[in-house]
C-alpha cells in the first residue's frame, strides 16, 4: 500500500480528477439549494468542480477541503483547510452546505454537530453523487474492472442519513448520459481512491484491464467519444430550529 489514506488521497491525483470526474448540472445543485439564500459552504470541496456549479447558480461561495494541492484548483472562491469535524467558519455563518462525493467519508455525528454550528438556523444540507449506472452493460464491466465504490454502496444500500440535528432527507435521483473519451475513462479510474492507494503492481492489472475491455468492448471499440450511462443522486436536509 501507498501509506496513503484513501479519504484524503486524492490530491495525489488532482489533474486526473478534473479531467476524469464529471462536474454537476445546474438543474441538480437548484435542486439542492432551493429556497436558499445567502453565503454557501461547500465542503470537501477538492478541485472545485460543485464549487463551481454552486457560484453559477449565483451563490457567495467558501470552500473548505482537508488538502491543500486539491484545494490549489479552486480559484474562483475563497479556499480554507478544513475537515467536516473542525470547520474554520464562525457559528451561524452559512446559509447551507453542500457537499459532493464525498459524505460516504464523513462521521454523520461529528460532522452533523459541525455542520449545525456552522449553518443558519433551519439552513440546508445539500449531499450529491454522479453514479455509475451499472445497469448499461459497458459501465457494468468497467466499474468490475475499476474495483468496488464506498459512494455506490452507499447509494444502493439506501444508507444516507439521518443526520442528528437534521430533517430527514429528501432524495432525487436524475439519469443522464456522459459523453466521454478513452482518455477521459483513464482519468476517471485514476482518481479514484481504490486506484490512488493500490500499490503498483495493481494499479498496472487496473489500467491493463481497462483499457483492454475499452478497446474491445463493442460499446466503446474504436470510438473516439461513446456514451457513458451515469446518474446523480441527490439529498437534501434542513438543519432543526
Given amino acids: 500500500m501507498t501509506g496513503q489514506k484513501p479519504a484524503t488521497s486524492f490530491g495525489a491525483a488532482v489533474g486526473a480528477y478534473e479531467r476524469g470526474r464529471p462536474g454537476y448540472a445546474p438543474e441538480h445543485v437548484t435542486w439542492l439549494l432551493d429556497g ?9 470541496a477538492g ?7 454552486v457560484q453559477g447558480l449565483g451563490f457567495d461561495v467558501v470552500a473548505v477541503d482537508p488538502d491543500e494541492k486539491m484545494l490549489s484548483r479552486v480559484e474562483e472562491a475563497e479556499a480554507l ?3 467536516a469535524e473542525s470547520i474554520p467558519l464562525p457559528d451561524a455563518s452559512v446559509a447551507a452546505v453542500t457537499v459532493g462525493q464525498a459524505w460516504h467519508w464523513f462521521d454523520p455525528v461529528a460532522a452533523g454537530a459541525e ?9 440546508r444540507l445539500g449531499l450529491i453523487w454522479n453514479i455509475r449506472d451499472a445497469r448499461h452493460p459497458f459501465v457494468a464491466a468497467l466499474a468490475e474492472a475499476m474495483g468496488p465504490s464506498p ?8 444508507d444516507v442519513g439521518p443526520v442528528p440535528g437534521f430533517s430527514d432527507f429528501e432524495r432525487r435521483r436524475f439519469d443522464s448520459v456522459r459523453w466521454i473519451t478513452p482518455e477521459a475513462v483513464e482519468a476517471l479510474v485514476t482518481s479514484r481512491s481504490h486506484w490512488i492507494v493500490a ?5 498496472a492489472q487496473v489500467l491493463t484491464a481497462v483499457r483492454e475491455l475499452v478497446a474491445t468492448h463493442p460499446h466503446s471499440a474504436g470510438r473516439r467519444m461513446f456514451e457513458f450511462a451515469m446518474y446523480t443522486a441527490c439529498y437534501r436536509a434542513d438543519a432543526l430550529t
Avoid: C, F, N, Y
Fill in 47 to 53: 478541485s472545485g468542480k460543485l464549487t463551481r456549479a
Fill in 115 to 123: 455542520l449545525a454550528r456552522v449553518l443558519e438556523p433551519g439552513g
Fill in 36 to 44: 436558499v439564500q445567502g453565503r454557501v459552504l461547500d465542503l470537501a
Fill in 199 to 203: 500499490p503498483p503492481v495493481i494499479q
Fill in 81 to 83: 483547510i478544513g475537515t
Fill in 151 to 158: 459512494a455506490e454502496a452507499m447509494i444502493d444500500a439506501d
